[in-house]
Antibody
Framework: EAQLVESGGALVKPGGSLRLSCAAS????????MSWVRQAPGKGLEWVGR??????????DYAAPVKGRFTMSRDDSKNTLYLQLNSLKAEDTAVYYC?????????WGQGTLVTVSS | EIVLTQSPGTLSLSPGERATLSCRAS???????LAWYQQKPGQAPRLLIY???NRATGIPDRFTGSGSGTDFTLIISRLEPEDFAVYYC?????????FGPGTKVDIK
């Protein structure tokens, strides 16, 4: 069964950094375009960023609010997706979901909570 | 950036009734790149419809997606108790993804 499991969420101070991980299993991770989607408490869904497969260049795209602060990467040998969050702001507080898909998201993890507060 | 607007914000219906949810885009969206998700409290979203009208694996046929251009619709033909949730539309274009703000379907 295909599965995504996120980890790394924590309470961090404004201006701080954090790295989230997403462990994939049950499918060929190296063939999958992957994204992060976040959801602030009581709010809707917001796409954060996407990384293509290495075959497709491994390039990344980001939403405007996080561009220059967040960085996605992948380690296909470990079937793991990463999200490096820098210069964190209070408005980055959210559950961060790891997702799979090229133009829609057909597999989601359970999410990991990032809280940015002093 | 394409902005998605969903209406109504909340839909109050009874089990067995028909639900019609609307998703409107600020500019034309390729039908291939319009999807719908269902989210229940405390759970991750679940893909319902992709390519505007294709049901995802395991999605019952009471869920139907349609539309093109800037106007898309999700219809739930007869609401079951487990269908009361929040529904989001999502589009992909120019290497960016956007979600609509969601429609909450609650029990009347």
């Amino acid at each position: 069964e295909a599965q995504l499991v996120e980890s790394g969420g924590a309470l961090v101070k404004p201006g701080g950094s954090l790295r989230l991980s997403c462990a994939a299993s049950g499918f060929t991770f190296s063939d999958a375009w992957m994204s992060w989607v976040r959801q602030a408490p009581g709010k809707g869904l917001e796409w954060v960023g996407r990384i293509k497969t290495e075959t497709d260049g491994g390039t990344t795209d980001y939403a405007a609010p996080v561009k220059g602060r967040f960085t996605m990467s992948r380690d296909d040998s470990k079937n793991t997706l990463y999200l490096q969050l820098n210069s964190l702001k209070a408005e980055d507080t959210a559950v961060y979901y790891c997702t799979r898909g090229s133009n829609h998201f057909n597999l989601w993890g359970q999410g990991t909570l990032v809280t940015v507060s002093s | 950036e394409i902005v998605l607007t969903q209406s109504p914000g909340t839909l109050s219906l009874s089990p067995g009734e028909r639900a019609t949810l609307s998703c409107r885009a600020s500019q034309s969206v390729s039908s291939s790149y319009l999807a719908w998700y269902q989210q229940k409290p405390g759970q991750a979203p679940r893909l319902l419809i992709y390519g505007a009208s294709n049901r995802a694996t395991g999605i019952p046929d009471r869920f139907t997606g349609s539309g093109s251009g800037t106007d898309f619709t999700l219809i739930i033909s007869r609401l079951e108790p487990e269908d009361f949730a929040v529904y989001y539309c999502q589009q992909y274009g120019s290497s960016l993804f956007t979600f609509g703000p969601g429609t909450k379907v609650d029990i009347k």
